[in-house]
């Protein structure tokens, strides 16, 4: 799967997300990123493993503990991807506004 499909897939996921947001606050462990879940520790550790596959979290070592961090470059890879689709939609949106105006006669345009 190439590196931009990865992205997605794994934010497709509302528990990977919700990592994610966790991370941009700071590195945790993975008990510490298993508190606000009614799931195991063993699940948690396996959205960690999708995250970090797709180039969104890396792990670090202090002492026994693996915290997790959040790697914001792939997330800005697929930013940059979605805005092109923006652009593209903006002007679309934009020309179809002008179009629609250009039906309405003059004397009602006001």
Known sequence: ???LSQVFAALADPT????LERLADG???VNQLAEPFTMSLQAV???LKVLEAAGLV???RDAQYRPARHNGERLGTASAWL???RVFWEGSFDRLDAHLKSLIPKEKQS
């Open 27 to 29: 590195e945790a462990t």
């Open 83 to 85: 805005d092109d689709y």
């Open 1 to 3: 799967m190439d590196p």
């Open 16 to 19: 990977r997300r919700a990592i």
């Open 45 to 47: 550790s396996k959205h």
């Open 58 to 60: 890396g792990r670090g």
